[in-house]
């Protein structure tokens, strides 16, 4: 989620064991250990607990329970930060080269000297960079066995700390060549435009988006495959009272169909934005940023698998905002895109605060704060779901330092003030319902199941494949260690996990478990939101929200009072300055970019990055690791044969493409 800020996290080289935990060969569940077991056991919780803090006065994220400190085990291995640096590389040479063409066009006044100093800077830093992430060469070839072994690791410790200062200084430095209060004037020189916008992708590939953002049924797709495909449900039985769309408007938009008919067939859907009532508009630069809570409406028309938009209100009180709908008529038309846009920015404000930060990020923080503290290193559950942590503590310390901190990326692009933006996100997280969000019930709640209407909706579609494949893995993985129900209840440290969820954690909805049925689906939801739903909402970031016009974060302008008689300069007006689309660009795609280790592909976190599970009954040919991994590839497959039929291919839960862990 987070641009990372260029400070170390707090504490993170303060507290924790300086090598990351590995699970036993033979995990064991409380009850069945000796006393020494059980006293060992204790011993190991204690500590984690001293090290495992919870703060829920964390000031960007006031009440969301958190952890105090970041672990020294919980920072990035090496791999990752080679990965960060590449991707942050090329973000800032595009960057750098879009400043020169300011330049050159008079619309920046900073010497060009200093931007191409700053390009050759960047080539210092690659070769730097590669350098510091070349992998440990293996020494441990020796007579004098596991005390050179011991020797060499500590070594081998203290020079990756001393590589990760490096690259974390080298991230802090290509952060601040990110920055664009450089580049202030771009835009000033040129009229507003598409092409200007376009141009920001100087170096990096423009994406398709750019060309087809204005399409409907573009606009349609992005509600089933865009960055937030949690927002669209079915209407039921009636519009809601304060949508005031007439019969004779929608027979006017969806040919040979009438109102009554698309509501009592179920094949009418919409958006609400109701929530982003808790945001109070902020300013930037002087400038009155706008954002608005529309509803949206959407048909899936007679005999049809896709949906069409018929109709937007751009508030919530009809007798404000009135109804604008699609027209071949040219005056009626730019009235519509300026509808589209005025959504848009709703979606980007829910996407970004609601459904990728508090209801991924924050809420497995929780989770993962809760398993260190009450489950044992030698705890068969603690060994499933820690791989699903990996770097995530460590991006949202990052997350509220810098990027939903004030004067902050997220303070700049979107819509809010920033106290108002960071008091959605807290209650998108502690609103958040673990049950009731469970990709299955989620989708039956919102009449947006396999069953409905809606047949054309790839995000579902894709992701009920891979819960399933996730459902089967911990359902195989739990009747490992679990033969009966009253194994569960008779897991002293299980119970105390379950409790903290609830409790200390906050996360409503969860438990209890008191089944193995109960715990298969807690940690199937848990691996879900770690690894799948965090990937359905970051990866578009890159694809979709990196190109402002598209979907952004606050409106320029305000509404129109009237469909009619609006123009494309008006349209215009109302998508930010080039220098914010320049940093909405930057930021969405680093964080759209980064592909960390997929899912089902287990590994330590120190090099040379071992096979993770050790006990045979796992790994072994006919164990539960290598089914998953073969329901995963079946999967993929799947998935590409869909996407080889779709309009619009859909690559983001494609499990080659779904990283183990929230860690960008």
């Known amino acids: 989620m987070s641009m990372l800020s260029p400070i170390a996290p707090k504490a993170a080289t303060q507290a924790g064991s300086p090598t990351a935990p590995v699970p036993p060969a033979a995990p064991t569940l409380p009850q069945q250990d000796n006393p020494a077991g059980k006293a060992a056991r204790a011993a190991q919780l204690a500590e984690s607990r001293a090290i495992y803090v919870w703060d829920t006065a964390v000031a960007t994220l006031p009440g969301v329970p958190l952890a105090a400190s970041v672990p020294a085990d919980n920072l990035p291995t090496l791999a990752w930060w080679g990965l960060l640096i590449g991707v942050s590389l090329k973000i800032v040479r595009n960057a750098l080269a879009v400043k020169l063409g300011g330049v050159d066009r008079g619309e920046i006044d900073t010497p ?5 100093a700053a390009l050759a800077e960047c080539d210092a830093i690659e070769a730097s960079a590669a350098a510091l992430v070349t992998p440990y060469r293996a020494k441990h070839e020796s007579i004098l066995g596991h005390l050179v072994a011991d020797l060499e690791a500590a070594v081998a410790q203290a020079e990756r700390e001393t590589k990760i200062a490096s690259l974390q200084a080298h991230k802090a430095r290509l952060e601040e060549l990110m920055k664009v209060e450089d580049a202030q004037g771009l835009g000033g020189a040129t009229p507003a435009s598409l092409d200007a ?5 100087d170096t990096l590939p423009l994406p398709g988006i750019a060309w087809t953002f204005q399409d409907d049924a573009e606009f349609a797709a992005l509600r089933v495959a865009g960055p937030n495909a949690m927002l669209i449900e079915a209407v039921g039985d009636a519009l809601p009272a304060n949508f005031t769309l007439t019969a004779e408007q929608y027979a006017a938009v969806v040919n040979d169909d009438t109102l009554d008919a698309a509501l009592a067939e179920g094949r009418l859907f919409k958006l609400d934005y109701e929530v982003l009532g808790a945001l109070d508009p902020g300013t930037w630069g002087g400038l009155a940023k706008y954002v608005w809570q529309p509803i949206a409406l959407f048909a899936v028309p007679p005999g049809g698998a896709s949906l069409t938009p018929v109709a937007i209100q751009c508030g919530q009180d009809p007798e404000e905002w ?15 895109e300026m509808a589209k846009l005025v959504v848009s920015v709703a979606d980007g404000n829910y996407h970004e605060l609601v459904a990728h930060l508090g209801r991924t990020h924050l809420v497995i923080e929780g989770v993962a704060m809760a398993t260190h503290r009450h489950l044992a ?12 942590f990996e770097g995530t503590l460590f991006i949202n310390e990052a997350a509220a330092t810098s990027l939903i901190a004030p004067d902050g990326p997220i303070d700049h692009i ?8 960071q008091g959605l996100a807290v209650a998108a997280r502690l609103d958040f319902d673990f049950t009731a969000k469970m990709l299955p019930h989620d989708l039956a709640a919102r009449g947006a199941g396999p069953g409905s209407s809606l047949a054309d909706f790839p995000y579902r579609d894709d992701g009920l494949l891979v819960w399933e494949a996730i459902h089967a893995w911990a359902a195989q993985y739990v009747a490992l260690y679990y033969a009966r129900d009253a194994d569960v209840t008779g897991d002293s440290e299980l119970m105390a996990w379950a409790t903290c969820v609830a409790g200390e954690a906050a996360i409503k909805g969860f438990g209890p478990i008191t089944t193995r049925d109960a715990l298969i689906d807690a940690c199937t939801m848990i691996i879900f939101t770690a690894s799948a739903q965090h990937a359905a909402v970051n990866f578009p970031q890159k694809d979709i929200m990196a190109f402002a016009p598209a979907i952004t974060g606050a409106g320029w302008q305000p509404a129109p009072p009237a469909q009619s008689g609006q123009n494309k300069p008006g349209w215009l007006a109302m998508m930010p300055p080039m220098a914010l689309a320049l940093e909405q660009l930057n930021v969405l795609e680093l964080l759209g970019s980064l592909h960390y280790r997929p899912l089902g592909d287990y590994r330590s976190t120190d090099f040379p990055y071992a096979p993770w599970f050790s006990d045979p009954r796992v790994t072994a040919p006919e164990g539960p690791l290598p089914a998953f991994q073969a329901h995963l590839a079946n999967v993929e497959t799947e998935i590409a044969a869909r996407n080889a039929e779709r309009m619009r291919p859909y690559p983001y839960l494609q499990p080659s493409l779904i990283p183990t862990s929230i860690n960008i």
Do not use: M
């Not at 916008?197 to 992708?201: G, M, Q, S, W």
């Not at 290193?377 to 699903?388: F, G, M, R, S």
């Not at 979107?414 to 933006?421: L, V, Y």
């Open 112 to 116: 060009r000297a200093k931007f191409e």
């Open 197 to 201: 916008y376009r141009a920001l992708f």
């Open 322 to 336: 009135p109804i604008f709908t699609p027209s071949v008529v040219a005056a009626d038309q730019w009235g519509w």
């Open 377 to 388: 290193t030698v705890h068969p559950i603690w060994a499933l779901l820690v791989p699903h």
């Open 414 to 421: 979107f819509a809010g003030t920033i106290t108002s933006t």
